[in-house]
């Protein structure tokens, strides 16, 4: 029996231009599954169905493999997902344009040489017309920016206090006129951005990023006319800035990725004026415990992180880390908790944290989805134990 609304499998094909033959393999390989299956194993699909696929079509054109595709789109179960997943996969249109500008500026140019009768740079060219690092390159920038999107959601959408953690981070740095800020791990700039109307005008803010996919996102998000911002691809091992050149220097949830606390603390510490402060933020051993409680009675091999980040730096030796470089440290906390009532922004967060997770739930996703549901069933409170500290220099 067909269902209002739906396609069976050859009206599916027919209507996405391609054979039954795909539609099948999507399906036995868990890239897009039906939503509805008869008694008689018939597969039919729906509008959903359509846009997810649309979306498959769209990564594989760009270049993605099936594998890299099936966890990039695994989580985008609702409107709110896709919307978002489609502003991202716009920023990657728009990185292989120019991507695409710059390959076709080089070829110009290899082009003029020959013609002059000079020798061409084949090691430079290689470089610039590498297709593998630049398909790497937006992968991880899809991953980057997609990841960020989920975990910045689940916090934003379903926090007990009114105060964003964004608001509350821009309250705690107590910004004032004139003053110089560096954000170093700017991310997507969100801490600028739902913070905009609050910025001083004659503020100097740089906003700074180890990843350029970063850095590009951020630059689109605040807008590259706003003369109050600068942006640079900079590692915090290595701030390409002068001594004393800044009132405030932000590092929010970054510190626990640096290779070497040693040499980011002394170099924050090296651009500082006197008096100035570092902002940075953590969280506890306490933090998200319940989304790894989770995670583990599913399925108890899954790590959401292949590190105890708080160990590296968090709220239990943040103090005594921050304390051998700055003379003043303090502990300001954010209280808050988490109570989600719907599954998918749970699901959506799992898949984005940094682990093995991907392992050992893609092929056992609607088991997974529907294990949350039930957990989600009645609400699902999560502790939340995290703040900032605040380092004078």
């Known amino acids: 029996m067909k269902l209002p609304g739906y396609y069976s ?3 599916f094909a027919k209507k996405a231009h391609i054979t039954k033959k795909t ?13 509805y299956v008869n008694e008689n194993g018939a597969r039919f699909y729906n509008d959903d169905d359509f846009a997810r696929l649309q979306q498959i079509l769209f990564l594989k054109y760009l270049g993605f493999s099936l594998d ?7 989580r985008n179960t609702d409107s709110n997902v896709m919307s978002e997943s489609l502003h991202m996969q716009l920023g990657l249109v728009e990185e292989r344009i120019e991507q695409m500008k710059l390959m076709k500026s080089a070829l110009q140019e290899a082009s003029e040489v020959i013609d002059e009768g000079r020798s061409v740079d084949w090691s430079h060219m290689l470089e610039l017309v590498n297709i593998n690092e630049m398909e790497q390159k937006l992968k991880q920038q899809y991953r980057d920016a997609s990841n960020i999107s989920a975990r910045i959601k689940l916090h934003r959408d379903f926090s007990m206090n009114p105060v964003s953690w964004f608001s509350w981070v821009f309250d705690e740095c107590d910004f004032f006129k004139g003053e110089k ?19 001083p005008a004659d503020m100097q803010i740089t906003l700074t990023d180890i990843s350029y996919g970063m850095v590009r996102d951020a630059t689109r998000n605040v807008g590259a006319d706003d003369r109050r911002f600068t ?9 390409y800035k002068p001594d004393a050149s800044y009132d405030c220097v932000i590092a929010d949830h970054v510190l626990f990725y640096c290779d070497n606390m040693d040499a980011v603390c002394s170099e924050i510490l090296r651009v500082l004026k ?22 583990q009675e599913f399925d108890d091999r899954i790590e959401l ?18 304390g051998k470089y700055f003379g003043e440290v303090s502990w300001h906390e954010y209280k808050d908790e988490l109570v989600v009532e719907k599954a998918e922004p749970v699901i959506e967060y799992v898949l984005s ?34 703040g900032v500290f605040i380092a004078r220099k």
């Open 9 to 11: 499998s050859g009206e």
């Open 23 to 35: 539609v099948r393999y999507y399906d036995e390989h868990n890239i897009l599954k039906p939503s």
């Open 68 to 74: 890299d595709i099936k966890e990039m789109t695994l």
């Open 181 to 199: 800020v560096l954000e170093v791990g700017c991310g997507d700039a969100s801490l600028w951005t739902q913070n905009i109307d609050r910025i």
């Open 231 to 239: 942006y640079e691809v900079m590692d915090a091992h290595r701030l």
């Open 274 to 295: 006197p008096g100035g402060v570092f902002v940075c933020s953590t969280y506890s051993s306490r933090h998200m415990k319940e989304i790894n409680d989770l995670v």
């Open 305 to 322: 992180s292949a590190e105890r980040l708080y160990e590296q730096f968090g709220k239990e030796n943040g103090e005594a880390i921050l």
């Open 353 to 386: 944290c940094h682990g093995n997770q991907n392992r050992y739930i893609v092929d056992r996703y609607k088991e997974f989805a529907a294990f949350v549901r039930k957990k989600t069933e009645g609400g699902f409170h999560i502790t939340k134990d995290a």
